[in-house]
């Protein structure tokens, strides 16, 4: 199952650069995620220590003109996502059993491919762009790494979550919507962009208030296009 989801979005990419390639350009992109999961006021008000996790995301691209200062960007990109939290009291996470004073650290790997509408405005030497769009992913594997909150802060344990076993929904539909600037290197475009990616698909049940939820995160990304003409 996880080979042919693999390579569904493999070939999906490649069908979209394929055609892309042909019309403009190409490039690539990595930055820094912030993570968290959607919170309701059940989870906010029993487990407040939700915290964001910091991860990594990078990104083939490539981008086709539809209309004068308008494109439409495909992107096959590997994100880290997941959560932080603090617990204070003895618990299972994940069928994981957390020891009292522990910070457990949830990432979860994803292949996505972005699928983003792009307006972009400005001089030949500097550009600023808007993007939006939707994104389908799917969660490779994920990982849970504990440490200590005391005193002294020491690694606990390290491993990985069985995703099938926790009824974890590996496949992601999401919305992107990000801002940025492109400034004409003379051998490429350097790109930097924020974006803010909201979950539409329930993932799972937390075990501490049994309900389901989202995921949600920001990324700052810089990258190098290397336009075709």
């Known amino acids: 199952m996880n080979k042919q989801v693999i390579g569904f979005l493999a070939l999906s990419f490649c069908f979209l650069t394929t055609f892309s390639f042909a ?7 990595a930055g820094a995620t912030f993570n968290n999961i959607s919170q309701s006021d059940v989870i906010d ?7 964001y996790l910091v991860g990594f995301s990078g990104a083939f691209f490539a981008e086709v003109p539809i209309a004068k200062g308008l494109s439409f960007q495909p992107e096959l990109a590997y994100s880290q996502k997941g959560f932080s939290i603090r617990q204070d009291a003895e618990t299972e996470l994940f069928g994981i059993a957390l020891p009292i004073g522990v910070r457990a650290n949830s990432r979860f790997d994803y292949l996505e ?6 307006g972009k405005f400005g001089n030949e030497k500097v550009k600023g762009f808007v993007m939006a769009g939707p994104a ?8 849970l790494r504990t440490r200590s909150t005391g005193f002294l802060e020491i690694d606990l344990f390290d491993t990985s979550i ?11 539909v999401s919305g992107i919507v990000g801002a940025g600037l492109t400034v004409d290197a003379g051998f490429g475009n350097i790109t930097l962009d924020a974006r803010f990616q909201q979950g539409f698909t329930e993932l799972y049940d937390i075990p501490l208030v049994a309900e389901r939820v989202k995921n949600q995160g920001f990324a700052l990304n810089a990258g190098v296009a290397i336009p075709l003409r």
């Open 136 to 143: 389908l992913g799917y969660a490779v594997n994920g990982n």
């Open 45 to 51: 008000a029993v487990t407040p220590d939700i915290d």
């Open 23 to 29: 019309q403009t350009g190409y490039g690539i992109r």
């Open 113 to 118: 491919t972005p699928l983003l509408l792009k």
């Open 162 to 172: 069985d995703l099938d076993a926790i009824n974890y929904e590996r496949f992601e």
